[in-house]
């Protein structure tokens, strides 16, 4: 049910995403907003990896600087049926931890300094066992191209604040409402889509740790 919800949800933001496209430009404002969407989602599933690593001043590490945390994250992937993800530590005392990569073959782990200080190990494996179930359920993935429409969305509407919508078409009451209602529907799209993947990390992450 989990993922019916999730596509149902993504058909919606692709949609009002279209929407505003028409909006702006028509049918071929339609069109050059998939082709923009097309190739800003392809940008950000070959690079969201690495530029949220650099983002967060992540360093990798390996069983000789980290064995502890490397050992943990192998077991917990075998657990998963994953291949073994890059693991990185993040120095910042406050707890945190995420998992990114465009797919199970190309992901990473990264756990917090903090994370580890004030967690017992066995609340550490169950942190680190719900973001592999994110990788083992392309959430990662989902999750950018989610935040890539929304932004998208909202790009669209301050284009059409400074220059309008389609002539032949356009009511200004509509636009309006289009400019300030759609960016407000795409975050909360984002949100429920947000919520609906970690509950089911939660359920998959349950199941990994044991």
């Given at each position: ?71 943990m ?17 993040i ?12 797919n ?41 191209i ?17 220059f ?47």
């Amino acid at each position: 049910m989990g993922y019916v919800k999730t596509g149902i949800l993504m058909a919606a933001m692709t949609a009002l995403f279209l929407g505003m496209g028409y909006l702006i430009g028509g049918a071929y404002g339609a069109v050059i907003a998939l082709v923009v969407a097309a190739g800003m989602n392809a940008f950000a599933w070959w690079n969201s990896d690495k530029a949220v690593l650099r983002l967060h001043n992540a360093r990798p590490v390996d069983a000789h600087t980290a064995p502890e945390l490397q050992q943990m994250v192998m077991e917990l992937a075998r657990n998963a049926d994953l291949p073994p993800p890059a693991v990185y530590i993040i120095e910042s005392d406050q707890p945190n931890a995420f998992a990114t990569g465009r797919n199970p073959d190309h992901a990473a782990v990264a756990v917090s300094r903090g994370l580890m200080d004030r967690m017992s190990r066995d609340e550490v494996a169950a942190v680190v066992a719900h973001e592999l179930a994110h990788i083992k359920n392309y959430d990662t993935l989902t999750m950018t191209i989610t935040a890539t429409f929304a932004g998208a969305i909202s790009m669209l509407a301050n284009f059409a604040i400074f220059f309008g919508g389609s002539r032949e078409r356009a009511n200004p009451i509509a636009m309006i409402a289009m400019m300030i209602l759609a960016p407000l529907a795409a975050a909360l799209v984002q949100m429920a889509i947000s919520r609906s993947r970690e509950y089911e990390a939660d359920r998959i992450g349950a199941q990994i740790v044991g």
